[in-house]
């Protein structure tokens, strides 16, 4: 009698996912037990709950059940049951007030510990908190994935505003200092390229959402050699960015200082924006593979 393995296939079926067979041993095929992805179905139910985190991660303030269940087009019922599993896991956490759902701390630890082996994190890191020392505001590191920043690696000074921001955290980069930074190197096609699938969604009154205007204040990002984003992405809040730029001219990366706009002043603006770049050029050399600048 021939021995067969079993693995799970994502399947569809009304129980949910269904076992199917591998390969019989001794066959031409050899089994790994994995399915090619391409070929394997998702999962409805762990689909839905990715939507679900997903859709609260664009969200500032979280989101309460009806507004998930509506942004989602899910029932309701279903997005409870997925709310209240998530909540258990930790991953989630509800304001009793609000009833707002947001990320819990499990959450902010899983991807705090899937950045951390990253090289530019682990090298940047003991001078991004010199910055925050001081300059007494919060620094970020960000890097470019899928045509938006993604901060991986966030400091903070004791006892002041907290910056709405995360590791893991994704960002438009027309509105602010460190997509601004990511993408001012950039070819002119392939800045249009990301105004085409992204568009230019206006966070607010200051936000650059002409195509002219915003190509102008990259120019200008370029000839000075940082970013600024003067609440353009949130209201009362100033980033100023600065790229770290390959060898071969690839922007692989971009740190910045962010503040209320009591911290950032016109006053004081340029000498942070100096700090910004040269704690950057620091970075870069610690790395030694990379430099600053164009």
């Not at 992204?198 to 190509?215: A, E, F, I, P, V």
Request: proline fraction near 4%; glycine fraction near 8%; aromatic fraction near 4%.
């Amino acid at each position: 009698m021939s021995s067969r393995r079993v693995v799970i296939s994502a399947e569809r079926s009304e129980g949910g996912i269904s076992q199917v067979p591998c390969e019989a041993a001794g066959e031409d095929r050899r089994v790994t037990g994995t399915v090619d992805f391409i070929k394997t179905q998702s999962v409805p139910s762990l689909d839905r709950a990715l939507s679900i985190l997903e859709l609260l991660a664009d969200s500032k303030a979280g989101l309460t059940l009806p507004e998930l269940a509506l942004r989602s087009s899910l029932p309701k019922s279903s997005v409870h049951c997925l709310l209240v599993t998530l909540q258990r896991r930790g991953y989630l956490h509800r304001h009793d007030k609000t009833r707002r759902y947001m990320f819990g701390p499990k959450l902010f630890s899983l991807a705090d510990r899937a950045l951390s082996g990253m090289e530019l994190r682990e090298q940047a890191a003991p001078f991004l908190r010199a910055l925050t020392e001081k300059t007494g505001l919060t620094t970020h590191l960000a890097i470019w994935e899928h045509e938006e920043a993604v901060l991986v690696a966030k400091f903070e000074p004791p006892g002041t505003f907290r910056a709405a921001s995360w590791i893991g955290k994704r960002m438009d980069v027309h509105c602010t200092g460190l997509g601004k930074a990511l993408i001012a190197h950039l070819p002119e096609e392939e800045i249009e390229e990301i105004f085409r699938d992204h568009g230019l969604s206006r966070h607010n009154d200051n936000t650059l959402c002409s195509r002219r205007k915003l190509k102008e204040d990259l120019g200008r990002t370029l000839q000075r050699g940082y970013a600024i984003d003067d609440e353009e992405d949130e209201l009362g809040w100033r980033c100023l960015g600065a790229p770290v730029v390959a060898r071969g001219g690839e922007v692989i990366a971009a740190i910045s200082v962010a503040g209320s706009t009591d911290q950032i002043t016109p006053e004081n603006l340029s000498a942070l924006a100096g700090q910004v770049v040269d704690t950057a050029a620091t970075i870069a050399r610690s790395l030694g593979r990379f430099r600053v600048g164009s």
